[in-house]
């Protein structure tokens, strides 16, 4: 649940509005910068999504998926 994870004491009500409707990571802001846009395989980041997790006590922690998942291929391309 994103008010869960983001805290009302951490966040206003119209910034956790923003994430909900926009997406985007608050533990992200600030710290990193992720540009790119997916234009064939985005079947394969729903299926990543979909790994379990273990779930961090604090709620806020990253989530590392229960088994190892390794990337064997990808080709990052200009699109034109």
């Known amino acids: 649940d994103l008010m869960a994870y983001l805290g009302e004491e951490s966040y206003s009500k119209d910034m956790i509005t923003e994430y909900h409707e926009d997406g985007g990571m608050p533990s992200f802001d600030g710290r990193f910068?992720?540009?790119g846009?997916?234009?064939e395989g985005y079947d394969v980041l729903e299926a990543i999504s979909q790994l379990p997790v273990e779930e961090a006590s604090d709620n806020k922690s990253?989530?590392?998926p229960k088994e190892p998942l390794a990337i064997k291929r990808i080709t990052i391309e200009t699109y034109k």
């Open 37 to 39: 846009q997916v234009y």
């Open 33 to 35: 910068t992720v540009i």
């Open 62 to 64: 990253h989530h590392l």
